[in-house]
């Protein structure tokens, strides 16, 4: 490649991220709820620059250990400090400071966060920008080029709504939230710091009809979707509005990318939903629900508080909180596997 | 939550959808197609405004009735009219009038189409629109802000084009078609009353290339996409060109969200695509099959009229007219829960 | 339909796609690398227009065959001359020239981009583009309506960036690129001759948080997303940016439509990546690896180079280099099969 040479760069690049600091550990401690352990050879710096992985990171740089599989990283790192938890801190070579704590992962999330705050709202409304007279927009809200703000729509002080965005007639969003490019929205009212990422499309009609004599008629869809406060919506996922009442989904649920939510559907909160899917129309799903990747649930059932789903699984009838399921149509994971031995064991056995 | 309250909504906002009415009793029957039972104890308005559920409704409203699930909120409705199956017409309480019908989902949809009537074009080309000068553009065709119009396209009237489409060059689109927001559409020919949801891909190259001494060569897609009269394509999905003949989807065939359809692929009439499923090249569909979601097809097969494919369903052959399959690989639905029993009942006796 | 008649069109439209030619037969053949056999009958004309499928075919056209299957076809084509393999050369009916070579559907490639080349940069920005002053872009560098290029990113030249594209602070792109409509593009550098389809999401977040007190915690994602050169992404796919590291897509390699790509995640060079199928973060992929429609890989595990995942395959561990694998949880395309009969054996043994 002549113009653009694609090496590995390094974490947090600041011609693409935000940076702060420099930090002091006791301000590193405090924000991450840890205790330091001072380097036993009484070296160290005395401000901090950044993050970076154990293999990377330098004197002026904080890392994080969580597995013991990386114990032998942690030996050579050359890391001023090192996020881990209590198991490990007696294992911190003699350059290195810990900052000890009994959740080191949150702790890194606190720490990496302090280095590279998300990007805030510019306060400035692009000039390509369509916004309607009548829409309500409030304090510091950024809006970016070609978005498109109907009639009626209000908008929560500090939001950042990105480049190419729709948002339909009367939609409502609160404060804080983060509206990814290309994002279109219709028929919703959303809470405070919901993000959308980029494509997301929220409040289209369901996918209803009724069988006519000249073919499909569409049932028209009179809900609308909520998203509550802290919810996240990831690339191209689609959540559909429901037909006689509100599509919602809960506080503080995460639903990552290519994701399916279909019409009347409701999910409880801090429910988790990874990539590719798909929950049919009308099903109910209770707190910190975990979906794994490309399951799929049918409609009109209830999954229970705290369930897990897994991957590829096929969820055709009611799961009971606190269940782990797996497999098409789903079961407990210890029946799946033991189904998986049992055919393999019979197999082998009729082809010998 | 302090700018934005979440509260549910009543079906039909109007602030969000449009309303019409009030309408008689009379005419409610004629457009449903039903018989008017008149409440037993003689009371009743004489004008609706409305539709609600069950346990929603009241006596200016009418409701809806077609599961047996469902007849104890019947007795407790306040609804002033409910649509419903002649063998429930005689649990309606006393003061709420019956619309009495055999298809009383249809005529459900008829009523709220009458009462909530769909978006029409306001004849309106926004001002920020890019319109090629040699576009033609038919009577009363609405086009939103940003869409991007180009050389030698057809639209038919009273279209309507959301925001930020992008409609490329010598596309054809017939009359009453509503396309989303931020849909792109390029060599592809479309029918009358198609609706593409937000986020549609119609008309990028399929996925074909031939393995050169340096890596793989693109495979020139030269076929179009047609859609027929009365489809719809839900929210992202994508639908790729044909390579040497015309990618197919055929009238009044309905596609849910985030479908993949391949290059050349053809479907009949009056079929039913739920989400996520996908459909490989040339793989060809008679009329009125059903793909249920998460479904795949391999390429080059065909699906006779009437089969239908089960959620999560792997089809790797030919499946006959009027088929019921799921699996993967596909097989009959009884072999399927036969072999699901088995299993459980082998795996169980080993674990003994 | 009264505006728009949706008939059968021939390959190549030229409406729709760009034509070159007429060219003879011996340009024809150089550019395939393939041996004339002049037409039995001595007949043929010296000049070509067009390329087209066997039963369409004119005498001025160039068709294909590359399938016993479609014997009988060569047999009636009106083709003036057919690319095909050693093995089928002497069925060539009599007026037919042969372009006779080892791998015709290569051959075929190449031919049928001599008369469609590829559309080409116009170098023209469009004046609705906001283009950031600092910007680096190269010569002869095509920007479509409502594109937004943001600070500090560089195009190399020739490329071509489509109506609506979204280019977040500091991207890089190589020479000949072609961005999408409606794709976004962040935190990324991306080599040359790549290509992304419409509505294409690239750098945005990946899906990570730790759990806190009061719910989820956002962790910074502080990787980019690196695109070596030649590759290709389909429609409305997803690929997320690094958390620590970069996410990196191999040269040459090529990912369909709705597929998802995890933070972290390595493809090597020329994998095949088929439509909706996802990649889960960190999971790593060697060279020429092949994974089939719907297929879903857990996070950290490793797929060895030319090893193949078969569609809807749910792979749960390391898979060896040159390895075929399908099922879910996957197995041996073998050990798969066999798995199939035994239980369908002994189902119908027990049903008996």
Redesign the interface.
Known sequence: ????S?T??R???S???QRSGPFGLERLAEVSDSTIVVAASGKGLSEFRG???LHVAGPDEVSFLDNRRYLPLLAETRAGAVILSPAFSDKLPPDTAGLVCK?P??A???V??LF?P?PTSTGLH?S?A?IADDAEI?ENVEI???A?IGN?V?I??DSVI???V?I???V????RCRI???A?I??A????RVTL???V?IG??G?G????PD??????Q???V?????VEI???S?I?R?????TLIG??T?I???V?I?HNARLG??C?V???A?I?GSTELGDFVTIA??A?L?GHIKIGAKARIG??C?V?SDVDAGADVIG??A?PFR?FF???A??????RK??D
Chains 1, 2, 3 share one sequence.
């Open positions: 490649m002549s113009d653009v694609v590995e760069s974490p947090g690049d011609r693409f991220f993050v970076a992985p959740t992962y949150l890194w999330a606190r990496a966060t590279h998300a692009h390509t369509c409030g970016g080029p070609f498109v009626g209000r929560g002080r990105g480049s190419h729709s339909g007639q009367s409502e969003i609160g404060a990814g490019a290309h279109a219709s028929h009212r959303i809470g405070e990422y980029p494509g499309r289209q009609d996918f009809f009724a069988v006519g073919g499909f008629e569409t049932v028209p009179l809900g609308l909520v998203l509550e406060d802290g990831g690339a191209n689609t559909d429901g037909s006689m009442r509100d506080a503080g995460r990552d990318n290519l399916q279909g909160r801090c988790i990874v990539s590719q798909g049919s990747a490309q799929g049918i991957a590829q096929g055709m098409s149509p079961m029946e033991r189904n998986v049992t055919l393999r064991r019979l197999s009729s082809a």
